[in-house]
């Protein structure tokens, strides 16, 4: 079975330039989530949509970040203007209403 | 905000030896959840649990969730090289049915 699908896996770019980082959930699932993490702050959920709804987003850090479900199967989320401070790991998880929830392999981004 | 206390931060044993790890939170638990993760890679689901009292194995992996639902346990018997890794504690509040809290992380090296 397919699991999360993260793209891309590593990410390095410049101070400015525009992110764009992309998840495939598993199927059938209807909650899907946005996390970031760092050493310093572990995990932390910027985001999450329920049926392609966005339902809490304060814990996206800034306006420079948003992110869009347009469909069941796909979401993204988008720095723009990146930072070096926005170095970290991104992941995606998804699951069925929200309970047991299964994280992407991640996206490793380095700002320079 | 709703916060998890997870200790041992890190844990050095030898190979062989069983292990045990345990959050605690300051507010009712609805659900309690163990990942694994690999370094490079995402969180990987261990036990879930969803009632008080229960008690769940995985192989050689045992978690409870704490009568009181404000705690949790997992222990590891017999370590292997193979269960190196961070291991995360989390759940879901009663305030927050979809919203996970996730506890810092327990480091486990085994040695040989």
């Known amino acids: 079975d397919a699991g999360v699908i993260q793209s891309p896996r590593h990410e390095v770019t410049e101070m400015g330039q525009e992110v764009t980082l992309r998840c495939k959930p598993i199927s059938g699932h209807n909650s899907l989530f946005w996390y970031r993490q760092t050493m310093m702050r572990g995990l932390e959920l910027l985001i999450y949509?329920?049926?392609?709804?966005?339902?809490?987003d304060s814990g996206m850090p800034e306006d420079r970040f948003s992110a869009k479900m347009p469909n069941a199967s796909f979401s993204t989320l988008k720095i723009q203007p990146s930072e070096p401070r926005d170095s970290a790991v991104y992941f995606c998880?998804?699951?069925?209403?929200?309970?047991?929830?299964?994280f992407g392999p991640g996206t490793r981004l380095l700002v320079l | 905000g709703q916060q998890l206390n997870q200790s041992p931060q890190s844990m050095f044993i030898q190979e062989g030896e069983d292990v045990s790890m345990n959050c605690t939170s300051s507010s009712i638990f609805n659900t309690w959840l163990w990942y694994k993760q690999d370094p490079g890679e995402g969180p990987v689901l261990l036990i879930a649990?969803?009632?008080?009292?229960e008690l769940t194995s995985n192989g050689r992996l045992t978690a409870q969730f704490g009568i009181t639902r404000k705690d949790s346990f997992l222990n590891i018997s017999a370590s292997i090289p193979s269960d190196v890794g961070i291991y995360f504690c989390a759940g879901h509040s009663s305030g927050s049915a979809r919203q996970l809290t996730f506890g810092s992380g327990t480091q486990l090296t085994v040695l040989p």
């Open positions: 949509f329920n049926n392609n709804v966005p339902i809490d």
């Open positions: 998880a998804s699951s069925i209403r929200g309970e047991t929830q299964y």
């Open positions: 649990l969803y009632k008080a009292g």
